[in-house]
């Protein structure tokens, strides 16, 4: 037996998915639709896998603030909303107004538009202009990887002390080791360097879809 993380073949993953939580025929329509409409560029949605986790794990934490940065069509946000305490509040920074039309729509299907916040403008400005006091109780990093150092700068200071941070795709399909990148791997590779070095935070990263770092702000 290997002492590592497997690789998952397609009918692994499918065992996988059927084995995390009770199926749930919205998160289902939402993949097709965000298939269906926007072909190749659906892969910029969660693996379906991750949906389950964000859920439990903003439930398991007591979540009542929450930001995320990079929305797309909705997923990891309907998640996060769903996993919110009661009173819940969760801030979605995105620039596109087609692709967070489908989030729209799947948020008052789910009945959690209630505790979702959308504002349509480059994250990095948006998050510039919030209060510099720590009020964030979870983020969620999900959108262009050049950018990535950017907002980590911008939302850790923006963090409760005990506050989690949840980075998505930062292995890249193991890209990340490969001798040539292309730009925005190499950025993930500087930005995992970041993190690694910030003493602000403890964090790990897991093998999970295409990697999350999880990292929790000091007390």
Known sequence: MAFKSIGLSDDL?????AHNGPADPLVADLIADTHREFGYTA???IAPEQSPFLTFFVRLLGVRNAVEVGTFTGLSSLSIARGLAPGGHLLC??????FTA???????????????????APAAQTLAS???EPRFDFAFIDADKTG????WAELVPRMRPGAV???????????G???EQDPDTAAIVAFNDIVAADDRVESVMIPLADGLTIARVKQ
């Open 177 to 179: 080791i490969a001798a």
């Open 148 to 151: 990535y150092p950017t907002y």
């Open 130 to 132: 919030l209060p510099a």
């Open 93 to 98: 920074l995105d620039v596109s107004e087609e």
């Open 43 to 45: 892969n910029f949605q």
């Open 102 to 120: 489908v989030a729209r729509r799947y948020w008052e299907r789910a009945g959690v538009a209630d505790r979702v916040e959308l504002r349509l």
């Open 165 to 175: 941070l949840v980075v998505d795709n930062v292995l890249r399909g193991g890209r």
């Open 13 to 17: 993953h499918a065992y996988l998915v």
